[in-house]
């Protein structure tokens, strides 16, 4: 099962996509927590991601598009994963079809988490991970992007007829509910 998990910065991607992973037994596979990684441990590909990670703005495309290419070909995604944080524009989006496609690989969903804007910028504001872009800020300019660039790549999979919205709000186990009755129908 190949599924892409999305919504704008704290709509519970990875509370969510950690969820799906055991209760599914696919590996989750998110692009801003390999950044992460990278940027701690200093490697050329953390050092060139870092600045735009810590600005609030996307890296460039090419460099994310080289990363999922790659990271897909490992034996722990060959039976398929949850992409969390991907793809990020429809750029990306267009690309990772062309990548699927020279490998006879699809999409079985898009699941699209809908949270109000008031309640997401409380939840990331109020989150506590330590992490660098979740001043109020750094938030600010997430939002905008995830509007101007992130938004449209639902329109990309809803014409391709993949796009499942799901209501991001209330419990934890509420919202891991009604992922999984959509889920349920390809697992
Ligand atoms: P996330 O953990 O998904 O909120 O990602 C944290 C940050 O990593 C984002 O604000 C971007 O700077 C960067 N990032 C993660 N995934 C992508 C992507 N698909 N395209 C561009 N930048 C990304």
């Known amino acids: 099962m190949r599924i892409i998990l999305f919504g704008p910065p704290g709509a519970g991607k990875g509370t969510q996509a950690k969820r799906i992973q ?6 989750q596979l998110s692009t801003g927590e390999i950044f992460r990684h990278h940027i701690r441990t200093n490697t050329p590909l953390g050092i060139k991601a ?8 996307l890296v460039p495309d090419d460099i994310v598009l080289g990363l999922v290419e790659e990271t897909i070909k490992e034996e722990k995604y060959r039976n398929g994963y949850i992409l969390d ?4 524009t429809v750029t990306q989006a267009e ?16 699941i699209g ?14 989150r506590g991970e330590g992490r660098s872009d979740d001043d109020p800020e750094k938030i600010k300019v ?9 938004a449209p790549v639902m329109h990309y999979y809803a014409e391709k007829g993949l796009y499942h919205e799901i209501n991001g709000t209330g419990s934890i186990e509420d919202i891991s509910e009604r992922i999984q009755d959509v889920l349920n129908q390809f697992a």
């Open 50 to 57: 870092r600045s735009y990670i810590n600005h609030g703005k």
């Open 95 to 110: 690309e990772f079809d062309s990548i699927l496609k020279k490998r006879g690989e699809s999409i079985d969903a898009f």
């Open 22 to 27: 055991k209760a599914y037994n696919i590996p």
């Open 113 to 126: 988490l809908e949270v109000p804007k008031e309640e997401l910028i409380s939840r990331l504001a109020s």
């Open 85 to 88: 944080g991907f793809p990020r």
């Open 142 to 150: 997430r939002l905008q992007v995830y509007h101007q660039e992130t």
